[in-house]
């Protein structure tokens, strides 16, 4: 982000500042999709004076992007919505004859929300978003069904993860670090972490099950077994029971 704004800045001293910072940015193996943006950045500030609009235009620009995308340079989670293949992988996990509460803890437009409640009338569905626009196409979704919304209008650090049997995620490598870490300290006994693709840093995981929508990317879940957060291997409905901690214990290599 740093590099990015000084790309913007450096700009009059000619397109060659984005290429020379981003060679500088890779040695710092920051991300690609960061690369990519610190080349065009120059180039897109000299465009975007030659059209010499008024500032305002710009202000209502940054809204429309804040309101969409939320403060996404402080989460680095984009928008981006869940696949039905991935929530239902993760929905398999859950026993559907009995009460269990899930929270999706990016929940964008509702759309995993949705699909979970497809899976069991039992389950308690919630979750949080912090842009409004997404927020909002998530309450109209459940206003025209005639349910409750169930997602809160703000980060997911705001809320408590104590009571969930399934925290589901789908953010980003970056965002996924401090998540493993939350969930190792707040997740009850027997509960679940999923997290749709990413993988934080240096944490062992098995997925689930590739997934075969075009992306080579898995499922992964663990689950909270003597206050460590054990990977799973194979889907499997998961029950609160002792019986069935115990089972899964002995199922670990």
């Not at 998540?179 to 707040?186: G, S």
């Not at 693709?197 to 944490?203: D, H, K, M, N």
Request: aromatic letters at 10%.
């Amino acid at each position: 982000m740093a590099l990015f704004c000084v790309a913007v800045l450096a700009a009059p001293l000619g397109l060659w500042v984005g290429p020379a910072l981003a060679l500088f940015a890779a040695w710092l193996r920051v991300p690609g999709w960061w690369l990519a943006l610190i080349v065009v950045a120059p180039g897109a500030r000299w465009a975007v004076e030659s059209l010499q609009a008024a500032p305002e235009v710009y202000l209502g620009i940054l809204g429309v992007l804040l309101a969409v995308f939320g403060l996404h340079f402080l989460s680095r989670v984009p928008l981006y919505p869940s696949s039905a293949r991935a929530v239902d992988l993760a929905a398999s996990l859950l026993p559907r004859d009995r009460p269990c509460e899930i929270m999706d803890i990016g929940s964008g437009t509702a759309g995993a929300m949705l699909r979970f409640t497809q899976h069991s009338d039992q389950w308690r569905v919630h979750g949080c978003e912090q842009a409004l626009i997404p927020w909002t196409i998530g309450w109209l979704r459940y206003a025209i069904r005639g349910k409750a919304y169930g997602a809160r209008l703000g980060r997911y650090e705001a809320q408590s993860w104590r009571s969930a049997d399934m925290v589901y995620a789908y953010l980003s490598t970056t965002a996924m670090v401090p998540v493993f870490e939350r969930a190792r300290r707040e997740l009850k006994e027997g509960a679940l972490l999923v997290s749709n693709e990413f993988l934080p840093a240096g944490v062992r995981a098995l997925a689930i099950r590739t997934r075969d929508d075009g992306n080579d990317a898995g499922v992964y879940a663990w689950q909270m077994l003597g206050r460590e957060l054990v990977p799973l291997a194979q889907p499997r409905r998961l029950c609160e029971s002792n019986s069935s901690s115990q089972e899964l214990r002995e199922s670990q290599p």
